[in-house]
Structures are given as structure tokens and as C-alpha cells.
């Protein structure tokens, strides 16, 4: 009896779990699917040279971004959705059309290098700073003579004869 009532919690518990993805995933799925045109216009960098995206662009007549945001509605009125609408775009324009590189191929490096970098940078500092605390011991500069309490007496005899003999 004390095993059937040891997996009973366990058992609630995968139910539960097993509940709330059924409920989830439905949610999940509709709000991808639910893009604005504002998002994928972000997605997308202006090509008529001002560096914004379509979303941004600053020029009231803009060659490529008024157009470009008509179209991208019309894409989205169809049933398109945002990714397929990029998609068309980085058909056409390549890949300059794109505000931020893909996650994939090569330009995974200008994700992960900034972070690669300051990764390398602190542990560079942090060993460098384990280095200088373990060692220190900086040989302290050799005492100079004192010639007031018979330092060097060759010196001092020089010193005596050039004053007595005016140089």
C-alpha cells in the first residue's frame, strides 16, 4: 500500500507538467505566428544608405522603405509570416538586408567573438593579477654609500686633494 501512495505525488506531478505544455504549446505557436509588420520591418535594414532599419528610416520618401513597408503588409495580409516575409527579402537582397547577422554558418562568430573576448580579457587579468599578488618580493635598490660616515675612502681622499688643489 505504501507504494502505490509513494508514486501517487510523483505521478500528480508528471500530470501537471504534462498539463501545463499541453496548454502552453498552443499559446506558444499563436503568438510566433501573430507578427506585425513593426517586427519584421525591424528585421529588415534600409538600403537606401541612412544604416536604420525599414522601421526607422528617417527619409519621408524613401526610395526603398515606403515601398518596402507596403509590401511587407501585403506579404502579412496573405497569411506570410514574418519569417517567410524576410526570407523573401534576404531572397532578393542578400544578406546586407538583414539588421542583425543569422545564428548560423560563420556569422556565429559575431555573436559569440564580443563575448569570447571579454571571457579571454578576464581571465587574462585575472592570472595576471594571481601572478603579481604571489610574487611581491621586488628586490629593494641597493643602499647607496654613505661618504658621511667613511664610505668609500679612495673617494673621499679624491674629493679633499681636487678642493685643496682648486680643481
Request: some cysteine.
Amino acid at each position: 500500500m505504501s507504494r502505490l501512495n509513494s508514486g501517487r505525488p510523483l505521478a500528480r506531478a508528471a500530470l501537471l507538467v504534462a498539463l501545463a505544455l499541453a496548454l502552453a504549446v498552443p499559446i506558444a505557436v499563436r503568438a510566433a505566428s501573430t507578427v506585425t509588420a513593426q517586427e519584421v520591418e525591424e528585421g529588415l535594414t534600409c538600403q537606401c544608405g541612412c544604416g536604420l532599419t525599414v522601421a526607422n528610416c528617417n527619409h519621408p520618401n524613401c526610395e526603398f522603405s515606403v515601398p518596402a513597408r507596403d509590401q511587407i503588409e501585403a506579404m502579412l495580409h496573405r497569411g506570410m509570416t514574418g519569417p517567410q516575409v524576410i526570407a523573401f527579402f534576404r531572397h532578393k537582397y542578400g544578406e546586407k538586408i538583414l539588421s542583425a547577422p543569422t545564428t548560423t554558418g560563420f556569422n556565429l562568430l559575431a555573436w559569440v567573438m564580443p563575448f569570447a573576448a571579454l571571457l579571454g580579457g578576464g581571465i587574462f587579468v585575472a592570472v595576471a593579477l594571481g601572478r603579481w599578488r604571489a610574487h611581491p618580493d621586488i628586490p629593494a635598490p641597493a643602499p647607496e654609500p654613505n661618504t658621511a660616515s667613511g664610505g668609500d675612502d679612495e673617494l673621499r681622499r679624491r674629493l679633499e686633494r681636487d678642493l685643496r688643489e682648486g680643481f
